[in-house]
């Protein structure tokens, strides 16, 4: 490493007997000596350049991690909203707010029309019971160990049941006969056959609603959908017709289940074919986009995690400004030392530059492995695909070395300020 000769050193020197003007070669700082003197610089206390380079490896990491699980969280979801989502519509009665005079807004063959569209699996149209104030669902006539529980009183036809995917513990699901007969059977859910105290179907066991006996035919364990279901009574619709009456108002909904991609066509279908009189007073709603839906999804988890990796980034290019802050303080007498030997300003800014940017991408490298072990650790823990974007490893070094070089141009500069006088006087 040779550094040029001070101008007042040059002087002292004097000229030489010719009169000619010495010649002195210019200082000059190759690029392996740089490279040697920052290796150097970072070895020399391993433990303070760890500690220095851990705020670089927590961004980085952070980075990586971020993007990573964003990624694989928007592949499950897409998965997900496919297979149950993607396939619901649910068309709502909304004949008593177009007009006043109205009567209900399915027809009574609502199940049998909507049937007839391409695409429809299932297809059901159900409501709650609006029950009288003292009315409630025992277990026994008159009162009973449970006493009078306040339990929704379901009204569903065969299909809105079919529709809603259940899973049933014990017994069975009604069906078209028992509606068409308007037999008095109910159907509990798991949850309130547990409030009930019914745990078998063996004594033909029966709850009252109000003062109505039905006859428990079964007890559903879970469903795919309208998880309501679960803590109610449901009973047929045409049987709730005749004991309690049609409903008033608003609240009657049909949920149609359909094959993959006919969500979309079977909802614009669905108001003309159940009513081709009047269409307005039902309104269907489609399951939403699913491409709109990631999207969103997907922008709304980078937003917010991209802003904590920022923050964490932050704190780390702090760190590093920090601590070189420190060593160019703690070095004084060492650049005091080679500025009287000759070295300029620029390159005493140029090794810290390098030192600080060797902890950045040290730490960019540490912490990108490390974000991408985390991804495949918590993919394999909840059983996902781990999806991390190639771009994302290549640049999560580089934006360590960026962070270190940042981080490092304030303590550069000041150590390119010191005086060699003032420095070795220290």
């Keep these: 490493m040779r550094f040029r000769l001070p101008a007042r050193l040059r002087r002292r020197a004097g000229r030489p007997a010719g009169g000619a003007r010495p010649h002195v070669e210019p200082s000059r700082f190759a690029p392996r000596d740089v490279f040697g003197e920052s290796l150097a610089g970072v070895l020399q206390r391993p433990a303070r350049s760890a500690l220095t380079a851990l705020g670089t490896v927590l961004g980085v990491g952070t980075f990586v991690t971020v993007l ?11 998965g997900r909203f496919n297979l149950l989502t993607a396939t619901e519509v649910s068309v709502e009665d909304i004949a008593s707010s177009q007009n006043e005079f109205a009567g209900p807004g399915f027809p009574t063959d609502a199940d049998a029309r909507i049937g007839r569209l391409g695409g429809v699996r299932h297809a059901g149209v159900y409501f709650t019971v609006q029950l009288d104030g003292s009315a409630g669902v025992r277990a026994a006539p008159v009162g009973g160990s449970g006493g009078s529980e306040r339990i929704d009183v379901v009204a569903a036809s065969p299909g809105a049941l079919l529709a809603a995917g259940p899973r049933m513990s014990a017994g069975r ?15 509990l859910g798991a949850s309130t056959a547990a409030r009930l105290g019914i745990t078998t179907l063996d004594t033909q066991p029966a709850v009252f609603i109000g003062d109505e006996p039905f006859t428990v035919i079964g007890i559903i364990e879970d469903v795919e959908r309208k998880a309501d279901l679960l803590l109610s009574v449901v009973v047929p619709r045409t049987t709730a017709e005749e004991v309690w009456g049609t409903p008033k108002g608003t609240g009657t909904t049909m949920l149609i289940s359909t094959a993959p991609g006919a969500a979309q066509q079977v909802a614009r279908l ?24 990631r999207s969103g999804v997907t922008s709304d988890l980078e937003q917010l995690f991209l802003v904590l990796a920022g923050i964490c980034l932050v704190i780390g290019a702090v760190g590093i400004a920090n601590t070189t802050l420190v060593a ?27 030192e600080s940017g060797a902890l950045g991408s040290l730490g960019g490298l540490v912490g990108t492995s490390l974000g991408t072990a985390t991804v495949v650790a918590v993919a394999l823990v909840r059983d996902w695909t781990p999806v991390i974007h190639p771009a994302t490893v290549a640049a999560a070094p580089l934006l360590g070395l960026v962070t270190g070089v940042l981080a490092g141009l304030y303590p550069a500069w000041r150590a390119s300020r010191i005086e060699p006088a003032e420095a070795l006087r220290r």
């Design 68 to 78: 990573g699980l964003t990624v694989t969280t928007s592949s499950q979801i897409d």
């Design 173 to 187: 699901l009604y069906d078209e006969y028992h509606s068409g007969t308007r037999q008095r059977v109910a159907l």
């Design 270 to 293: 669905a108001p003309t074919a159940l009513r081709p009189d009047h269409p307005e007073y039902l309104r269907a709603v489609p399951p939403p986009d699913p491409k709109t839906l």
């Design 328 to 354: 160019v303080l703690e070095r004084t007498g060492e650049i005091g030392l080679r500025r009287a030997l000759g070295a300029r300003g620029r390159h005493i800014t140029v090794q810290f530059l390098v």
